[in-house]
Nanobody
Framework: QVQLVESGGGLVQAGGSLRLSCAAS????????MGWFRQAPGKEREFVAA????????YYANSVKGRFTISRDNAKNTVYLQMNSLKPEDTAVYYC??????????????????WGQGTQVTVSS
């Protein structure tokens, strides 16, 4: 069973930066597509970014493109989300997720197989 544990969330002022980490265990991390999603209070979970198993391909939601960067270190079984120029509307619980299918960068939460417990990001204005 794959376990994903996020860390790095917190409170930051608008315009600031945070780096989220997601450590994986119990599976073949290097073969999974990894994604980040977020859910704000009263809203549905939404796609943020995804990265292919090799790190060679990435995809971003329009709302974060140019501000967020997803990356991975397969030697450390960890995926990262660097968030810059944060805005109050980025406030949400951020989740990492793993998709066992290689070669697919899905934006659909239902297509991911494993999920972390989430980490809170709060951006004050």
């Amino acid at each position: 069973q794959v376990q994903l544990v996020e860390s790095g969330g917190g409170l930051v002022q608008a315009g600031g930066s945070l780096r989220l980490s997601c450590a994986a265990s119990g599976g073949t991390f290097s073969s999974y597509t990894m994604g980040w999603f977020r859910q704000a209070p009263g809203k549905e979970r939404e796609f943020v970014a995804a990265i292919s198993w090799s790190g060679g391909s990435t995809y971003y939601a329009n709302s974060v493109k140019g501000r967020f960067t997803i990356s991975r270190d397969n030697a450390k079984n960890t995926v990262y989300l660097q968030m810059n120029s944060l805005k109050p509307e980025d406030t949400a619980v951020y989740y990492c997720a793993a998709d066992r299918r290689r070669g697919v960068l899905s934006t659909t939460s239902g297509e991911y197989d494993y999920w972390g417990q989430g980490t809170q990001v709060t951006v004050s204005s």
